[in-house]
């Protein structure tokens, strides 16, 4: 598979997942029912704990992995998330959501785009990136106790640049995807600009949105 097919395969099924995402989400919010079960107590955790477990199988699998079986574990985890998505409807308003996702949108193509182009090697950038992802978790998960106002921005800010970091980081790694996994190789690239996207779109919306609440 060359390049040129490789991303554009990447990239359309990116685009795929985003959309059922989105549909779902929006779809899920219109439904009061549907919204309260879905968000509230073990309905939420339960779809998280997918997601988690689907998101490892992906990893590990991926070697061995076809192309069907990719495709399933993609637009099932896509699915998910977009139910976890029917509370950013329920909170923010439409025309947020829109102006945020062109922003991230934007922002991400013009990152995926230098990932594409650049010619360094940024392979090394990869543990700094894990390590500061890891060190967001943690501050996150300390902030739910102390719910400071301040420290809610810092995290979206530092979120923003590490997902930044990891577009180009992912997109320079199609080409060793395709080495291990050829067929399944796109795919697997979407499912990483996917996480990339969305947790940019998320913190985006955080950082920007938040006097827009309905």
């Known amino acids: 598979m060359d390049k040129y097919e490789l991303y554009s395969k990447t990239f359309m099924y990116l685009a795929i997942g985003l959309l059922i995402t989105f549909i ?3 779809g899920v919010s219109l439904n009061s029912t549907m ?12 779809i998280w704990i997918l997601q988690f477990v689907l998101a490892l199988f992906f990893s590990f699998r991926l070697a ?6 990719a ?19 329920a909170l923010f308003s439409i025309s947020s959501i829109i102006i945020v996702f062109l922003l991230a949108a934007c922002i991400f193509g013009i990152l995926a785009f230098i990932g594409i182009t650049t010619k360094k090697d940024v392979t090394s950038i990869g543990t700094i990136l894990f390590v500061g992802l890891i060190a967001i978790i943690i501050v996150s998960l300390i902030n739910i ?11 979206s800010i530092v979120s923003i640049m590490i997902f930044l970091g990891y577009t180009v980081y992912d997109v320079k790694r199609l080409s060793i995807l395709s080495m291990v996994n050829e067929e399944a190789a796109p795919i697997y690239g979407a499912f990483e600009l996917y996480l990339d996207f969305i947790n940019l779109f998320i913190n985006l919306l955080e950082l920007f949105a938040r006097n827009n609440n309905n």
């Open 71 to 89: 495709v399933i574990c993609y637009t099932l985890y896509a699915f998910l998330t977009g139910l976890t998505f029917a509370s950013l409807f």
């Open 64 to 69: 061995k992995m076809s192309k069907m079986e």
């Open 24 to 26: 779902t989400g929006f």
């Open 35 to 46: 919204l309260y079960n879905v968000v509230v107590g073990k309905s939420y955790i339960l």
């Open 145 to 155: 106790f102390l719910g400071s106002g301040l420290l809610a921005i810092f995290i």
